[in-house]
């Protein structure tokens, strides 16, 4: 196996260059080789179940589609890699402004750590005594077919 610490734009000419050289290897790596971009780098020298990742966090299906859908339609783009995360981050700070009637990071701030059972795009999210996201989530990938296919979210 070989572990790869970088991003896409590097993995796929070394996976290119890893079948060109005959090392039939599995290829594993963070959420930096974690894209669609991947596939259309390394082209067809990458088998299907060959690149494994993980990306950190974890949102089911259903909630992924949907969010995806109106991304697509608001920005006419694809999502990229944390931004379903940044809109619950952005969402839950609002929120704890609201809740704080204030925008004043001493008032909001403590409001923020309290943070418990918001329904947001990435799941449930609430945070624990040290600020950390109780829960938190990763989720492990592999590629087949040219596609990105999900294999388990572990949390």
Known sequence: MVFFGGMDAVAGPMLKQMKSLGLNAK??????????????????SM??????????????EKS?????????????TDVQ??????????????DAMVKANSSDPAKYLPVLAKTSG??????????????????????LFTFK???RDSIKIVR
């Open 27 to 44: 290829f594993m790596g963070g959420d930096g080789i974690c894209t669609g971009e991947l596939m259309k780098l390394a082209g067809d």
């Open 118 to 139: 918001y329904k947001g795009v990435t799941g449930d999210i609430a945070f624990d005594e040290k600020g950390d996201i109780k829960n938190g989530a990763l989720t």
């Open 47 to 60: 088998a299907d179940n060959q690149v494994f990742c993980a990306e950190a966090g974890g949102i089911e």
């Open 81 to 94: 890699l944390y931004a379903p995360y940044v809109y619950d981050a952005v969402n839950v700070m609002a």
């Open 145 to 147: 077919a040219g596609k």
């Open 64 to 76: 992924a589609n949907a969010f995806k859908a109106k991304f697509k339609k608001r920005f006419d």
